[in-house]
Structures are given as structure tokens and as C-alpha cells.
């Protein structure tokens, strides 16, 4: 017969087997992992790369990573997701609160206050032209780290002060150096590399890796896969893509530097990543046919999702777009999304953007001495719970230049510090708490602009 002491044993054993299981979407292997690498009942862990691992649907162990569905929503269709989330189903979400998938959604209605609202020409909080360094250390993550740095990783992050400290003159942050949630991305390395000069020779040595250097535009290439350790430099002032996208799937440390981009496949990005980490997009150029015709036949310029992390996005220009770039997919997928999507965005150029300049669910994003200009519909948007700190950018003739509350279920969280609003409003329902933990310049929202006219995009670096 069974004891009560031999049944309260097996309860608590088999409690603690249950408790064990690894949550859909989350890690549940890789290289240094430690956790569990049980999944729950119906998800099997799947190898993504060396680094990471995380449960999946048994019957869907192809990764929604290979699927080729539209991204997120049009801004003005708030609460819808991607139209192939009906067939691709997302049960990531652990949570009781979690968003059935179907065919007829319906959204409820909140009533909102707004925090923050300012029309007028504004410079509240406006330090001198002084730059601002922060000094703090980076927050690190035991999963996906590169393997060219993972043995100087830390499993746990550390703070330390975060206290601004003036340090020069406008122009005092470098524009040649890696710095935010992407640090420590090493891409292929310091090699020579391979030139390439025209599709086939870019996707043939992309698929090895290592450093590929673009000479000229090259022209219908197609949505191209990248492997990990790889950076792509664009030669010169010319190089770039027309009529082409590239896809980061599953993959760790990259880097992309100095391309133009334009005119992506019908329905695609530009650049699309998904379930990569350790990446950096640096002093690239970003345009389609400006805001005339169809919005949704070009998709992003530069999306992130599906647990992407740590990404830095800097000396960019983005222009002439209906949806520049989304951090987060859709708002049902917060059990695959929670924890990850960190990204810095920082000295990047905005201009003739309807919106999404970014637009960020779940995660964590800090982003600095920025320029925007001319954004009709929104800029800086927060949501599902994401928190979002902006200074020291310049906001001219931007409608809800950070807002929280807008096309989603739930409210964002967003801080705003010394930044410049010229005929630019903001919408901000919750007060954001994140405070950076690496080290950073920031040059003041007062020159930011003029700035970045003459210093982001292509032709400035090598």
C-alpha cells in the first residue's frame, strides 16, 4: 500500500519534473547552456545554431524562422498581426491573458489617459551643446553569444552609475565604433575578405561566411540568407542593393556596413531578422519610393522579432518609407518575445516616414542622438509592455513623436530626456524605468541634426 509519506513524494517530484519543462519558444540548449532542456508536453528542443536552442511545436520543428509571412500589421489596423498567423500558429504565450489566433479578431477598447502632451516648439529638460557620456557596464546574456567572444562573457549582468557626466562639443561621440546592446559582435573578422560585383558571387560567398565586401549595386538579387560570423562592408560610396533583402535566420554575429538598400521584393524587408543575435547595422542607407501608392508593398526597411537580441542600429538613414522598422512582430507573441529583443539605436537619421521609426513590442530599446523630421503619423512607438528610453534627439514636424499608447492592447512604457520637440507632440501614458547599463556618448539634441545630414549613411566610413 502506498504511504502518505511515499504519495506526498512522488506529488512533489513529479510537481518539480513539471515545473522543470522549458516553456514554449524559450532556450533550452546551445553552447555553455545550463538550464533545463526539457520542453513541455508537445514542443521539442531544436537546434537554431551552436549557440541557442528553444522548444518548438513538435509538427513544427522547421522554426517559424524559415516561413516567409508578411511582417506585423498596418499601423492604422491596430491589434491585427501577420495575415499568415492564422497558419503559422504562435503558442508562445504561457500566460492566461494570451490572444487566441483567428481569422476575425477583435480588439478591445481602452480608455486612455496621455501623460505628455507638448505642440509647441519645446526644449524641456535641453542640456548645453555639450556631448554626455554614460558609464555603466553592458548587460550580457550566457545565450547565442558570438563564439569569437563568449569566453569574456558574463552570465549575470552588472550595474554600476549611470550618471551623466559632460564631456566636449557636439560631434564628440565616435562614428566608427561599436557601442549598445551589439557590442562584442565581431562579424567575420578583420580578414581581407572576398569582393563581390554581382549576385551570384554575393550569395555563394555568403553562405561561407567571413567578410564579403560589395562593390557597386547589385540589382535583384532576391531575398538572400547570411550565415553567422559574417560581416558585409559595402566599397566606396556606391555599393549597395536594389530589388533585393536580406534575411538573418537563426544566426549570430553580423555585421552590415556601409550598403544601400532600396526598393525591397514586393512584401518583404530589406533587412529582416529574425531569432539572431549579436548584430550591428551601421552607416547604411535606407529608401523606397516615398509615401505614394500601396503601403504595404514594400514591408520594413529594418525589422526585428521572433526573440532577435542584442542589436545595434547606428549612423543609419532612413527615408522616404511608409513602415521604416518594427522591433517585435506581433502582440500574441510575448512568450517567445519576453527577456529578449534588446537594441540600441543611436545617431540615425529619420525623414518622410509615415511611421515605425521604430515601433517596439516587448523588448527593451534605448535610443540617442537621433534626427527626425517630417513623420506624419507616429514616431518612437512603445508597446506591449516594451520600455523605451529616448535623449538627445530632435523631433521637427513629427506627429506623436514617442507615444505609448497606440496601436496595440497594451500601453508601452517610454522616458523622454533632453530632447528637442519642434512642432512634434508626444503621447506618453507610463513613465518607462530603463536605464542603460554600458557605456556611451551622446552628442546633444541641439546640433544632432546638422550632425547626422553630413555624418550618417554611406560614404562616410573606410
Not at 513541455?40 to 537546434?47: A, D, L, M, N, R
Not at 499568415?84 to 479578431?105: F, G, H, L, R, Y
Not at 477598447?109 to 516648439?121: A, D, F
Not at 526585428?304 to 522616404?320: E, G, L, M, Q
Request: hydrophobic share 30%; charged share 20%; aromatic share 6%.
Amino acid at each position: 500500500m502506498l504511504t502518505t509519506k511515499t504519495a506526498v513524494a512522488i506529488l512533489a517530484f513529479t510537481a518539480t519534473s513539471v515545473l522543470a519543462q522549458v516553456e514554449p519558444w524559450y532556450q533550452c540548449g546551445g553552447s555553455g547552456w545550463t538550464g533545463e532542456t526539457d520542453c513541455v508536453t508537445g514542443y521539442e528542443c531544436v537546434v537554431q545554431n551552436e549557440w541557442y536552442s528553444n522548444c518548438l511545436k513538435s509538427e513544427e520543428t522547421s522554426s517559424s524562422a524559415d516561413d516567409e509571412c508578411p511582417d506585423d500589421e498596418g499601423d492604422n489596423n491596430a491589434g491585427d498581426e501577420d495575415e499568415c498567423e492564422d497558419t503559422t500558429s504562435v503558442e508562445a504565450t504561457p500566460s492566461a491573458t494570451a490572444i487566441s489566433q483567428t481569422s476575425s479578431k477583435t480588439k478591445t477598447t481602452k480608455s486612455k489617459t496621455t501623460k505628455t502632451k507638448s505642440s509647441k516648439t519645446s526644449s524641456a529638460g535641453q542640456a548645453t551643446p555639450t556631448s554626455v557620456i554614460v558609464t555603466s557596464v553592458r548587460p550580457t546574456s550566457a545565450q547565442a553569444t558570438p563564439s569569437s567572444i563568449r569566453s569574456s562573457v558574463q552570465a549575470t549582468p552588472t550595474s554600476s552609475s549611470s550618471t551623466p557626466v559632460a564631456t566636449g562639443t557636439c560631434g564628440s561621440a565616435s562614428s566608427d565604433q561599436l557601442v549598445g546592446f551589439g557590442s562584442g559582435t565581431t562579424g567575420g573578422g578583420s580578414g581581407d575578405g572576398t569582393t563581390v560585383t554581382s549576385c551570384d558571387e554575393f550569395t555563394t560567398a555568403v553562405a561561407a561566411g567571413g567578410v564579403i565586401k560589395v562593390s557597386g549595386t547589385l540589382s535583384g538579387c532576391d531575398i538572400v540568407k547570411l550565415s553567422s560570423d559574417t560581416s558585409i562592408i559595402g566599397v566606396g560610396a556606391d555599393a549597395g542593393f536594389v530589388g533585393s533583402g536580406l534575411r538573418l535566420s537563426g544566426i549570430t554575429n553580423v555585421i552590415i556596413r556601409n550598403l544601400s538598400f532600396k526598393q525591397s521584393p514586393e512584401g518583404k524587408d530589406l533587412i529582416d531578422i529574425e531569432q539572431s543575435t549579436y548584430v550591428w547595422v551601421d552607416h547604411c542607407d535606407f529608401s523606397n519610393d516615398g509615401l505614394t501608392g500601396d503601403k504595404d508593398y514594400y514591408d520594413g526597411m529594418l525589422d526585428i522579432k521572433r526573440a532577435s537580441d542584442f542589436i545595434t542600429v547606428s549612423w543609419n538613414n532612413f527615408h522616404d518609407h511608409w513602415k521604416a522598422s518594427l522591433i517585435g512582430h506581433s502582440d500574441s507573441n510575448s512568450g517567445q518575445d519576453t527577456g529578449t529583443l534588446h537594441a540600441t539605436y543611436h545617431h540615425n537619421y529619420w525623414s518622410n516616414i509615415n511611421s515605425r521609426t521604430p515601433s517596439i513590442r516587448f523588448g527593451t530599446l534605448h535610443l540617442y542622438s537621433s534626427c527626425y523630421e517630417d513623420v506624419p503619423t507616429s514616431g518612437i512607438n512603445s508597446r506591449m509592455g516594451a520600455q523605451v528610453l529616448v535623449e538627445n534627439t530632435s523631433f521637427t514636424n513629427v506627429k506623436r513623436a514617442i507615444v505609448t499608447n497606440l496601436d496595440s492592447d497594451e500601453d508601452g512604457y517610454a522616458t523622454s530626456r533632453d530632447n528637442i520637440f519642434n512642432e512634434s507632440d508626444t503621447e506618453i501614458t507610463q513613465e518607462g524605468s530603463f536605464e542603460p547599463e554600458y557605456s556611451y556618448t551622446a552628442d546633444p539634441a541641439s546640433c544632432i541634426c546638422e550632425l547626422l545630414k553630413s555624418s550618417a549613411g554611406v560614404g562616410i566610413i573606410g
